[in-house]
């Protein structure tokens, strides 16, 4: 009997763990303020244009991807001219990119 409690405790505890596990690899939701602006045309980051977003975190500039129907959307209105704005979305990691999912993006006036 003592021996099938340890066990269900143990079982417990190893789903809680995975369960955490989980929870920490979902996208959390944001808001970015920087420069949205191309990572080809721009900063020279890449092969091919792809909206990104610039934010000043701490001591170092951080660039997030947009995902590709953000990037669809708004990369016309700052490939070759970028604009300072704010994003809500969620975020997640592909590879070594972050990568936002575009909510909402409002152009600094």
């Known amino acids: 009997m003592t021996r099938r409690f340890a ?16 929870a920490a690899d979902d996208p959390k939701e944001v808001k970015l303020v920087g420069k ?4 080809k045309c721009d900063l020279g980051k890449e092969t091919s244009c792809q909206t990104v977003i610039v934010v000043k975190e701490k001591d170092k500039e951080v ?3 947009f995902d590709k129907d953000g990037h669809k959307k708004f990369h016309g209105d700052t490939c070759t001219a970028p604009k ?3 994003v809500k979305g969620t975020v997640k990691k592909e590879g070594d990119k972050m990568v936002v999912t575009v909510k909402e993006l409002e152009y600094k006036k």
């Open 63 to 65: 660039v997030y991807y």
């Open 84 to 86: 300072e704005g704010t």
């Open 7 to 22: 066990l269900s405790l143990v079982a417990i505890a190893l789903c809680s763990l995975s369960f955490n596990a989980m």
């Open 36 to 39: 949205v602006t191309c990572a």
